[in-house]
């Protein structure tokens, strides 16, 4: 069982451009983490260093340590590194030339699952954790991206836990959808939070009010807060961090 | 705005609309005339003996193209071992870590090379395949053509997938996939139906190759001897018919044209029936 991530003093660059500013802080284990902060302030980047996926940019930086239970992630396989530690982006992003029970399948097919029956098990209960069986139990044989917006993104999450992650990242998981599909993601993460630890960046505070047991609040690159989520918006601690909940500025 | 000016604009939409509807027509004209031309003279000399007859004796009436029609089928065929490989191997090179002087390097060269004369390929092929060999072959003509192949099938597959999102890539890293796993079956699936048509493409260029066959191919008046003799080949034959005396060989020049292009169309829309049904990258 997972204990939790902690990062310690992490700096993260583009090139020349410095977009991380020695973040440390503590990642606890089962449950929800969100990232606030104006948009440009190094929260996708942050959660980006966590799978070690920053990396992957050309001309990106970073130093400083994430640790997973103890363990530098430098030090560890990426590819393992991402077995454990799986994500969601900001865009629904399906495979294009794979269908419904592929896309949630290539996780595990491309890491050596072969038997049939056991592909399917986990398809289906991928899907029915994802919240998306019922609509698309029928149609597995169809591509993934005929599916609406708010469907693609929790084919995107049954894709990403069907290789059985310990952490999940969800980088504005909601931004590109409408209400409805939003407010499914958002019971979708309250399930998902008895098996998994999540983060998630969101730029919408009340999404990070509704989800989060914890809230950090990141302003041009510096964890300007870090606290239980009811704490930081009731009793925010430090001026700018007020200032960005009360919505006068960001 | 005055009615007036509303007016003027309307008549200038409609002219430069009109405009821009001709020079669309005009390029399809010069094709459509071609294809005309070729349905009626060729029609007239294709018959069953053409398809299954070899070529008559001068003097003698009738024969047929056989041996040329699957001499060029085979030196495609065989051109396909060379370009293919090297050409889609490559382009998934340029696009994935092509991002550097070897990258820029292999690219320009590979322009280069496109822009190379045919013939030139043709006397390259002479010297390192049939000079070595001492005699004429499929395979000094196969090698020719695929390396004819070889820039267009690099810069298609290379262009499309860089159109495959960087978002997809991603999603595969993050799924802890290896990357050479994510490029090849996650990635260049998602460019699949593009590099079909890129290497459709040339495939129809050196279907109709007749310069670099000339002297490493050569052509041959019986059925295929193996692959380290000459071969004859539709486009050599066409020519060798076309530049003769003979009224009856004209006939069949123009026949072979026609089933040249017959070839190539059909080959384009068998592979568009095998590739339907397959997701086109997303835009």
């Known amino acids: ?250 | 705005m005055t009615f007036d000016r509303y007016l003027r604009r309307k008549a200038i939409n409609l002219l430069v609309s009109t405009l821009a509807f001709l020079c669309a027509a005009i390029t399809i004209v010069p094709l459509l005339m071609i294809l005309g031309h070729l349905l009626s003279q060729g029609a007239k000399a294709v018959n069953l003996d053409f398809f299954t007859q070899l070529p008559k004796p001068v003097g003698e009436v009738g024969g047929g193209m056989a041996n040329a029609i699957v001499g060029t089928l085979i030196l495609i065929g065989l051109a396909c071992l060379v370009g293919l490989p090297i050409g889609i191997i490559g382009g998934i090179y340029l696009a994935e870590f092509g991002n550097n002087r070897t990258g820029w390097l292999v690219r320009f060269m590979s322009d280069v090379l496109n822009g190379t004369p045919s013939i030139v390929i043709g006397i390259f092929a002479y010297t390192v395949v049939v000079l070595p060999m001492r005699r004429f072959s499929a395979l000094a003509g196969a090698f020719a053509l695929g390396i004819i192949m070889i820039p267009t099938v690099i810069r298609a597959t290379e262009e499309l997938i860089k159109l495959v999102p960087i978002s997809v890539r991603e999603a595969g890293l993050a799924l802890g996939i290896p990357l050479w796993k994510v490029i090849l079956r996650i990635v260049v699936p998602s460019a699949k139906a593009g590099i079909v048509t890129g290497v459709l493409l040339a495939l129809a260029r050196i279907a109709g190759e007749t310069a670099p066959l000339l002297f490493t191919a050569f052509g041959n008046r019986f059925w295929h001897q193996g692959l380290g003799q000459p071969i004859a080949s539709l486009p050599v034959q066409i020519f060798t018919y076309a530049i003769s005396p003979f009224e009856d060989w004209h006939r069949q020049a123009w026949a072979g044209a026609l089933v040249l292009i017959a070839m190539i169309l059909i080959l384009n829309i068998l592979t568009r029936i095998v590739t339907r049904g397959q997701y086109r990258p997303m835009k």
């Not at chain 1, 802080?25 to 980047?45: E, Q």
């Not at chain 1, 999540?198 to 509704?210: D, G």
């Open chain 1, 1 to 250: 069982m997972l204990k939790g991530i902690s990062v310690e003093k992490l700096l993260a660059w583009f090139g020349q451009k410095q977009v991380l500013n020695g973040i440390s802080m503590t990642i606890k284990a089962n449950i929800v983490t969100a990232i606030i902060g104006p948009s440009g302030c190094g929260k996708s980047t942050l959660i980006r260093c966590l799978n070690r996926l920053h990396e992957t940019v050309p001309g990106a930086r970073q130093s400083g340590r994430v640790l997973l239970d103890g363990q530098d992630i430098s030090q560890m396989d990426p590819v393992l590194v991402r077995r454990t530690i799986g994500m969601v982006f900001q865009k629904p992003n399906p495979f294009p030339s794979m269908s419904i029970y592929d896309n949630v399948a290539a996780g595990l097919r491309l890491n050596g699952v072969r038997k049939r029956h056991r592909l399917d098990e986990y398809v289906e209960k991928s899907l029915r954790m994802g919240a998306l069986w019922e609509e698309v139990a029928d149609r597995l044989d169809k591509p993934g991206i005929s599916l609406s917006g708010g469907q693609q993104q929790r084919l995107c999450i049954a894709r990403a836990i069907a290789i059985e992650p310990q952490v999940l990242l969800m980088d504005e998981p909601c931004s590109a959808l409408d209400p409805v599909s939003t407010g499914k993601i958002e019971e979708l993460i309250q399930e998902l939070k008895k098996a998994l630890t999540i983060v998630i960046v969101t730029h919408n505070m009340q999404q990070a009010a509704r989800v989060s047991d914890y809230t950090g609040f990141l302003l041009m690159g510096e964890l300007i807060e870090f606290d239980e989520t009811r704490k930081l918006f009731t009793n925010p601690r430090d001026k700018r961090t007020e200032d960005y909940i009360t919505g006068r500025f960001g």
